[in-house]
């Protein structure tokens, strides 16, 4: 028998002799010597101990030969792919996939598709995203299960069972047999491999080793499952066949290899706490009547069972007595049967084994992927499931064990969704393993090893455990991946039914559920500020959201018809069952524990969501569910112990318990939790409030708010249990509460609709909102977002009907907007809700937010122009239930509380606010439009004023006791008090009643002297408890504890109390017309609308009465009151008849005085402020004028006009650090504010009219061959290949790439005060976003970006003046003198030879110049370092600058105009400091161009014999560079006339050049045909200015050389007169603009503007070309010559240097002649439509430089390069990519799309930027990081903005948040 290392030959025949063999009769043999050969092979030894690599591989060689056969692997493949009967797609994918979630396709919530088979189906208009995966997941495509059968892609919608062939027996026989031994061997090495760690946990270095030698094996069964149906149903037979497994892995045999391997299987399950059945540890029973659980031993992964209990006490209690009473009192739920589920694990199969190796190596990727693969195959999916289930608690424990629990989390459920997604698996492993117990309990002992006692009311004797948040397991949401199971099950009916039909399981769940119940108590810190600001509170939100809250939204989404009923039945009785034990652990009784609050509540949540469903969607009574009066009562404490702790917060009276507990109070009210938390807790307080005494609940509301004390009618009052600074706000909380409490109907008949209606009105009357930020802030219940359910309004139509859509804006330079959405003008007028504003804000000032903004709509709609009030917004009808509620509004003890406040606010007493008067008028209001129907006028007969004898008012209906007088009122108040003086009158009324809210004891009234009862909230509270408590329990006398009262009365801490008698004799109705007048500040301004017009009473609905401030609401309130009753309707005409003398007079006296001199103090600081202001708008004002943006050139002409007129002698300039005004000097020159910058702008430009467009397809590729830097270097090196170097360095301009763009803001500065500013920001330890030691700073006034200071040169403005009267010299002498000027060198206006500051500024200024670019773009010489390199640097800069700024004009100067850039404009100064360096280099004179271009030469045999290479001939030379040379060479200041006199002259040369181009391009013949009509016109006076006669010149001289004997090249084809002029024009219009521009720089005067078509002949005859202006249509170009010298001579001359060269290199002489003059404007690459498009070309592309896909890819903008963002793979000398590219394409300026964030980000220099995203979703919104997935499309009018900003070099003036990369980009 062939050993282990044969050949791959002899495997192959090997293999397939065995294949015969077992074919035929001799079988049973060949299959032992099979067995016998892949033992020897795939022996263990070959494994981690063993050989390694190339034994495995060997290994892999063998299995591959046996299966196929000894046929080749790959046919073999393809044979079994041919059986495949794929419907599902099933493709796994791990974490950072890009996959796509369809809501409109989908059943299931947890649905994806991969992109192929999301672009194969037809989703076009679906609800679809793309995402992200966090976790891994797989393609659901084709399983109707899970996906609506529509959205299946082409591939998968065939339903093909019956077509595919059967599998022939023989093709997968050796699989058969050969897959059990390599899936054994496998395991087996697992085995080995895993060595149970003593007491240390398993070390990740050797797990890691062990799965890095599996990787072939596991990839290799990754491979088999992708060969298709078959090849899974064989592995699917093999891993699930129990027989395999007993044969092979019992350890029974001789085989001594594998009994090893199965002990060390038995210790790895003891390890883990698990044991057989069979020998069920006896430890595990002692354990448990030690009381502590199993979790003891696991929380060690302690290798025995002993010494894991000898450490357990202190491993998971610290102190061994709390832990057992806590566990026991928790284990009571605990039954055998939960034991079992924890830790018995038998194992029957390979597969349940392989999973707990995989879970046992905390889930290994690639074993993850191979399960996962597997799963299309029906039968493994149902075993897979069974075996996941029955690990279930095994997974619990690991992970909890896990050191990487996050990324073991997202494996779990990459694994379990896939499982529990789908509701026919669900149900069919609920109902045959068990599934809801076993996730309840599992959950149940994980929460179970984090308790502790909790602290909450009673803290000695509290018998309650709640989780502590602090621990691991719940601030790394450990508990996620069960928790997450558990909702995705619950979302399937069949799973919920069982569940909610489950009494026992029910009892386990709110046992789980009360755990979280009180969980993160808080207690207010009196004295110091809390130490460490613990932030768990994160953790507790978190765990009640996700694990009670989440599963409760599952369950009640399955209770929505009335055949549900039973269920919540079932919920509400076992929570209320929970709720009573936890009332008795906590020992509560009636009070709640003083300053301590708890926001966790998740029972009473769930009983309040639960008794909401029934009431609404299942019919229920609600009364056969509610509980006794007793239980509702401490029902109602903790939530209202909430609702007063948040206004408590946000009075800053927890100020020292941190920032945090603020932090709570904002994530209670927040959008993702509000309806899980705020929302239910109110509804229970709205239904308690409903059923209970109502004087008892609102007496409980204002002392649970801290208030009672506040409510009395004396002016001064002694609280005892607050600071008077925070009694405003707590009693503003108390009314806002009730207004809440009384007005919200969110679960008390409002339909889902109204609801979402409501919600989103709320939201969008706070501020404009995105639609994304709206669905974010929408509750996500009882309106789910994903999927609309049928019969519900969708999301989309609720708000086209309430908002409007603003697109978003562009202000170039300004911020980028978003599309918005604005409420309609209709929304505000009519549903506008304060109320539900002040609920769902987070921060206060969103509701002043919403308040400003109605009333700036009631401005503009001129509906009312003062300050409004909130509206009053009619309410939704009470749901019958309810109706309880409104009880709340017609009870004395309300009333009292609304006479007093209107007393005390007319009275003007302390702590008082509009706000409150606000809440008041609102109750009052609400009272009036529900009043109780039985209310009849006349019921008032004397009985009834009997009955009323120990009370304020006679009833209890707010219509009747609105007009009821009260007389007088005993108040108790301290002996200081003003009240005490006066003399009571001799008999007090009897109705008078005296109220003291001070006093707590009512034994201080005096014995039945008919005088006035003392009414005392608090008291009246206690006799109602009392009362109602008797009624319930007959132990009363235990009840009510004696130490409630001490808390009230503290002895000896107040001041003596004494009792007075108010004279009061006021009604409700009276102290609201006193108030109207009050407000109105005028007396009888009340008069009743009715008495004038009739109707008012029948149709009170008015528009006038719907908005406006206080006077508006108390007139509404009124008019109500008439309308409600005609009694009220007569006091309110008599009130108003008799004349109301002012309220009274000392106090408001001293008020007003106080607010008259507030008056005018404001008055006098608003004067003074105005003077201020104005100041400092005058120095603001010319700072605007240079910080105009680029855009807006007309306010600059207007600026240059004026400053253009003043002719002061000398330029003044203001310094702007020391405020000085002064001339530059030699000794103290002031310098410009620039910024220098290297840019490659100018080399993008294309010969192309059409944009680039960004690749995103193979095909399409950019070459940068086109661009005009790659024109321009390539002419230069073929002139330098061919002429003398120096020379060549003259003829051309470089800078095209990389060239140095100087701009300012036009602020001034003294050198010397740069210099200290400078060092001030050195010292200066603030992060800046600039860096100071590369001399970076921003301007002193306007904060611009800047980087260098350009000296001012002395100058004065007299000379412009001079310059530019024109003299009447002859060209000869103006040539000539030109000449002798370039020859006196030196002479200079500043001696250099002395040096001076200006020289010494003007230098290290041209040393930031050169340093500004890198050095590959200065260095062109041959020789480095040459003179000739500065020279061609320098004068490159002033062409740079001039096209760039001829660029940003749009590339021609019709539009005319001073400089776009207005002052921003420093050509003049740069000019000069170019020009004092240039004049340094000497040029030979006999090099000197200017007299190749005036003189004709004399010898010109010379040239030949030099044996150096030539010059450049001057045909071949760049005329803009000439001009420069010339001007920068020229002393300074120049004359205009010599300016002219160089520009005619250079014309000559330029005209020449272009009929010179023109002559190549014509054909032969035409050639001959010019050349002989120009002949015949040669000697006509006006020869030398007609284009015929010097084109046959040209052509002539040009035909002597070898010039027209190549090919032919491209011709014109009409070549009609008009069609050359044409040529011609276009030919020098690009040198006429440069002209132009630097004309305009230095000698000043206004560009003309003009049309397109005759820019030539305006720039001409600026320029001085033109000497007399004729009219267009007899213009020639060819007019604007006027040569130095005759022009045949010259042609001649310049012709016969190109002849010359013919001779030598015919093929170039063309190429260097043919300059292409016509550029397109630089552009960005041309974007596609959809943003889909660029991503899935690119998300995928492989990088060109490392071949990797990149982690952050990115794409340059300007050439469309693909890079690493970051990446270390490409990183050149610490470089990575971006940064690099940024250099080479940019010189140093890079715009990144980057893919997978959608946005752009900028490179400038060592500093880079967000940008901002080109591409937004429908609704105008950018998706950064494509978190939302949404479809996005391209915004063009940000991508002109983009591309704005970087043709004009204005990124770092324009954005603002830059952070240096540190190369790392």
């Not at 050439?1759 to 010189?1787: D, I």
Request: with cysteine; glycine share 6%.
């Amino acid at each position: 028998m062939a050993g282990a290392g044969a050949s791959g030959r002899d495997k192959r025949a090997t293999a397939a002799q065995l294949k015969t063999a077992l074919g035929s009769e001799s079988g049973a043999a060949a299959a032992s010597e099979l067995r016998a050969l892949l033992e020897l092979v795939l022996a263990p030894a070959a494994g981690p101990g063993g050989g390694g690599g190339e034994a495995a591989a060997e290994a892999l060689e063998w299995c591959r030969c046996l299966l196929s056969g000894g046929e080749a692997w790959d046919s073999f493949v393809q044979a079994v792919r041919a059986y495949d009967p794929a419907t599902l797609c099933g493709l796994v994918w791990t974490a950072n996939f890009v996959a796509y979630r369809c809501r409109t396709c989908g059943i299931s919530p947890c649905m994806s598709l991969c992109a192929e088979c999301f672009h194969q189906g037809e989703h076009a208009g679906h609800d679809y995203n793309m995402f992200r995966s966090q976790a891994g997941g797989a393609c659901d495509c084709g399983d109707s299960n899970v996906m609506r059968e529509a959205g299946f892609c082409k591939r998968h919608r065939i339903k093909s069972n019956s077509n595919v062939p059967c599998v022939p027996k023989d093709l997968l026989m050796m699989s058969e047999l050969v897959l059990p031994q390599f899936i054994f061997s496998l395991i087996q090495h697992l085995r080995e491999g895993y060595n149970e760690p003593a007491l240390d946990l398993p070390s990740e270095k050797d797990l890691h080793k062990i799965l890095q030698v599996l990787e072939p094996h596991v990839s290799f069964l990754e491979d088999l499952t992708k060969m298709g149906g078959a090849m899974r149903s064989v592995l699917t037979q093999v891993l699930t066949s129990q027989q395999f497994y007993k044969d092979l892995s019992s350890g029974v045999g001789e085989n001594a290899c594998a009994k090893k391997s199965h002990e060390k299987y038995l210790i790895a399950l003891k390890g883990s706490g698990l044991a057989f059945p069979e020998d069920k540890l006896a430890c595990g029973m002692q354990e448990q009547g030690a009381g502590t659980s199993t979790l003891a031993v696991q929380g060690l992964a302690g290798a025995t069972a002993t010494s894991g209990q000898g450490d357990s006490s202190d491993e998971e209690d610290q102190d061994g007595s709390q832990g057992v009473g806590k566990r026991k009192r928790v284990k009571l739920s605990s039954t055998t049967k939960d034991q079992s589920i924890m830790d018995v694990l038998k194992h029957k199969c390979f597969l349940e084994e392989l999973l707990f190796w995989t879970i046992k190596y905390e889930f290994p990727q690639k074993m993850v992927t191979f399960l996962l693969n597997m799963l299309p195959d029906q039968d493994y999916k149902i075993a897979f499931t069974k075996t996941f289930v029955q690990h279930y608690a095994f997974i619990m424990k690991t992970l909890k064990k896990s050191h990487e629990s996050d990324t073991m989390s997202n494996r779990i459920v990459h694994i379990s969704v896939q499982l529990f997604s789908n509701e026919e698996l669900a149900r069919q492993v609920t109902e045959e393993c068990q599934l809801l117990d076993i996730m309840v309990t599992v959950l149940l002992y994980m929460m179970e090893s984090c308790l502790i006692k909790s602290e909450l009311q009673d803290e000695e004797n509290s018998l309650h455990v709640v989780v502590n948040c602090g621990e691991a397991l719940l601030k790394n949401n450990t508990y996620w991946p069960l928790v997450s199971d558990f909702i995705n099950i619950l979302s399937h009916q069949s799973v919920a039914k069982k569940f909610l039909e489950d009494h026992g399981l029910l009892v386990t769940w709110m046992n789980f559920v009360s755990f979280f119940q009180g969980m993160n108590l808080n207690k207010r810190e009196l004295n110091e500020h809390v130490e460490f600001e613990s932030q768990t509170y994160y953790a507790a939100f978190a765990a009640e959201l996700e694990a009670c809250a989440q599963p409760m939204w599952g369950l009640l989404s399955h209770c929505k018809v009335r055949e549900t009923q039973e269920y919540t039945r079932n919920v509400v009785r076992y929570c209320l069952e929970a709720l009573q034990d936890w009332f008795d652990a906590i020992n509560f009784v009636d009070e709640p524990a003083p300053n301590q609050v708890t926001f966790h509540l998740p029972l009473h949540r769930y009983f309040a969501m639960f008794l909401s469903k029934a009431v609404k969607c299942q019919e229920l009574d609600l009364d056969t569910i509610l509980p006794d009066q007793e239980m509702l009562m401490k029902l109602m404490i903790h939530p209202l112990q909430i609702q007063a702790s948040l206004s408590e917060i946000h009075s800053n009276m927890w100020v020292r318990n941190g920032l945090q507990i603020k932090g709570q109070a904002m994530t209670y009210v927040q959008s993702h939790f509000c309806n899980s938390m705020i929302d239910p807790d109110i509804y229970l307080l709205q239904v308690c409030a409903s059923r209970l005494d109502p004087d008892y609940f609102i007496s409980s509301v204002f002392e649970r708010f801290k208030v009672v004390d506040l409510l009395t009618m004396a002016s001064q009052h002694q609280n005892t249990v607050l600071d008077s600074e925070h009694e405003r706000s707590m009693l503003e909380g108390a009314l806002t509460f009730l207004v809440l409490l009384l007005s919200l109907r969110l679960h008390l008949g409002m339909t889902d609709d109204e609801i979402l209606r409501a919600e989103m009105v709320a939201q969008l009357c706070m501020n404009d909102r995105t639609h994304s930020s709206l669905l974010d802030l929408i509750p996500e219940n009882p309106n789910p977002k994903s999927g609309i359910i049928p019969g519900s309004l969708s999301f989309e139509s609720v708000l086209s009907a309430v908002a409007d859509f603003k697109a978003p804006v562009f202000e170039p330079g300004g911020s980028m907007q978003q599309g918005m959405y604005t409420p309609k003008a209709e929304v505000w007028d009519k549903e506008f809700d304060p109320v539900m504003v002040i609920l769902r804000t987070v921060y206060r000032r969103d509701v002043q937010s919403a308040m400003d903004r109605y009333t700036a709509f009631l401005k503009q709609s001129g509906k009312f122009p003062g300050n409004p009030w909130p509206p009053y917004k009619k309410r939704t009808p009470l749901h019958p239930s309810y109706k309880g509620l409104i009880k709340l509004l017609h009870c004395k003890t309300l009333h009292i509380v609304l006479f007093t406040l209107l007393y005390k606010i007319l009275m003007d007493h302390q702590n008082l606010s509009e706000h409150v008067l606000c809440m008041v008028l609102y109750l009052i209001e609400l009272g009036l439009e529900n009043s109780p129907e039985q209310e009849s006028d006349e019921e008032e007969s004397a009985g009834g004023q009997e009955r009323c004898h120990d009370s304020w008012f006679p009833g209890s209906n707010l219509v009747s006791n609105m007009r009821h007088f009260i007389n007088y009122v005993r108040v108790r108040v301290p002996e200081t008090a003003p009240e005490v003086k006066r003399e009571p009158p001799a008999s007090t009324s009897s109705d008078g009643l005296a109220s003291s809210q001070s006093s707590r004891r009512k034994s201080l009234q005096r014995e039945n002297s008919g005088t006035a009862q003392v009414f005392s909230l608090v008291a009246e509270r206690r006799k109602k408890f009392q009362e109602i408590i008797n009624r319930n329990t007959s132990e009363a006398n235990q009840v009510v504890r004696p130490k409630t009262s001490m808390k009230w009365s503290a002895p000896g801490a107040t001041p003596q109390l004494t009792t007075a008698i108010l004279e009061v004799k006021e009604s409700i109705l009276s102290l609201l017309i006193k108030l109207h007048h009050k407000l109105s500040g005028k007396q009888n301004s009340y008069y009743p609308p009715w008495l004038d017009d009739v109707d008012v009473l029948i149709h009170p609905e008015i528009p006038r009465y719907s908005h406006g401030d206080g006077m508006t609401a108390v007139e509404r309130i009124l008019l109500k009151a008439a309308v409600q009753s005609r009694l009220n309707k007569r006091i309110i005409e008599e009130i108003c008849r008799k004349v109301t003398p002012p309220v009274p007079p000392k106090k408001i006296s001293s008020a007003e005085k106080k607010t008259l001199d507030k008056e005018e103090r404001r008055q006098k600081a608003r004067e003074r402020q105005q003077k201020l202001l104005a100041e400092f708008a005058s120095r603001q004002k010319s700072f605007m004028e240079t910080a105009m943006d680029v855009e807006s050139p007309d306010a600059d002409i207007a600026m240059e006009v004026a400053t253009s007129e003043q002719h002061v002698s000398e330029a003044i300039y203001d310094c702007v650090i020391c405020g000085q005004s002064g001339p530059s000097t030699e000794d103290r020159p002031t310098g410009l504010v620039v910024l220098l910058q290297a840019s490659s702008v100018l080399g993008q430009c294309r010969n192309s009219t059409e944009p680039k467009k960004l690749p995103t397809t193979e095909e399409e590729q950019i070459y940068p061959w086109d661009t005009c830097a790659a024109l321009h270097d390539v002419r230069l090196t073929t002139l330098q290949r061919y002429f003398k170097d120096s020379s060549c360095l003259q003829a051309v301009s470089i800078g095209w790439e990389g060239g140095v763009y100087v701009q300012t803001c036009g602020h001034t500065l003294h050198i010397d005060c740069h210099k200290s500013y400078m060092e001030s920001l050195r010292n200066d330890q603030v992060l800046q976003g600039f860096s100071v030691d590369k001399g970076e700073f921003t301007c002193p006034l306007c904060r611009q970006f800047a980087n260098s200071v350009l000296p001012c040169y002395p100058g004065n403005d007299v000379e412009r003046s001079l310059w530019q009267s024109h003299s009447n010299k002859c060209m000869q002498d103006l040539v000539q003198e030109v000449e002798d000027l370039q020859e006196q060198l030196g002479t200079f206006p500043v001696s250099i030879s002395s040096e001076t500051n200006l020289s010494k500024e003007m230098e290290s200024v041209m040393k930031d110049i050169k340093s500004t670019t890198q050095k590959k773009y200065t260095d062109y010489s041959k020789s480095p370092g040459s003179p000739d390199n500065d020279f061609l640097f320098m004068y490159s800069v002033a062409r740079t600058n001039l096209e760039l700024e001829l660029v940003h004009r749009g590339g021609n100067l019709c539009s005319g105009g001073a400089s776009t850039a207005g002052k921003r404009s420093c050509l003049n100064q740069l000019f000069h400091v170019l020009a004092m360096h240039m004049r340094l280099y000497s040029i030979d004179s006999a090099y000197n161009p200017w007299r190749k271009l005036t003189q004709p030469m004399q010898d010109k045999n010379s040239e030949l014999v030099s044996e150096e290479l030539p010059e450049v001939p001057v045909l071949y030379r760049d005329v803009s560079s000439l001009l420069l040379i010339q001007i920068l060479t020229m002393p300074q200041p120049l004359h205009k006339e010599h300016f002219t006199c160089i520009i005619k002259v250079l014309f000559t040369l330029l005209y020449t050049q272009a009929l010179a181009a023109l002559s190549v391009k014509c054909s032969a013949e035409d050639r001959m045909a010019w050349k002989e009509s120009g002949a015949l016109k040669k000697n006509t006076s006006s020869g030398e200015k007609s284009w015929e006669v010097l084109l046959g010149h040209v052509i002539s001289e040009l035909s002597k050389g070898k010039i027209y004997e190549e090919g032919e090249t491209e011709e014109i084809t009409v070549v009609n007169p008009d069609s050359v002029e044409c040529y011609l024009q276009q030919f020098c219009l690009p040198f006429l603009r440069i002209t132009s521009l630097l004309q305009h720089h230095l000698f000043g005067g206004d560009l003309p503007s003009c049309q397109e078509d005759e820019e030539f002949t305006v720039l001409a005859s600026c320029l001085g070309l033109l000497p007399s202006f004729q009219s267009a249509h007899q213009f020639t170009s060819a007019s604007c010559l006027d040569w130095p010298v005759p022009a045949f001579d010259m042609i001649s001359q310049w012709c016969s240097e190109l002849a010359s060269f013919a001779d030598r290199n015919p093929d170039q002489v063309k190429a260097l002649l043919i300059q292409e003059p016509k550029w397109d404007l630089p552009r960005l690459l041309q974007l596609p439509e959809n943003y889909n498009t660029i991503f899935q070309y690119y998300h995928r592309k492989t990088c060109t430089v490392c071949t990797k896909v990149p982690k952050d890819p990115a794409v340059c903008l300007v050439c469309g390069t693909f890079v690493c963002l970051k990446g270390l793979c490409c990183k050149q000398q610490s470089y990575c990519e971006c940064v690099l590219h940024s250099q080479n394409c940019g010189a140093g300026t890079g715009i990144f799309l980057l893919i997978n964030a959608s946005v752009i980000i900028i490179i400038r220099g060592h500093r880079f930027c967000l940008w901002g995203s080109v591409y937004l979703d429908a609704h105008g919104e950018e998706d950064r990081d494509l978190r939302r997935g949404k479809p996005l499309y391209i915004c063009k009018e940000r991508y002109k903005v983009l591309e704005q900003q970087w043709v004009s070099h204005t990124f770092d003036h324009i954005n603002k948040r830059w952070g240096p990369h540190y190369n790392g980009l």
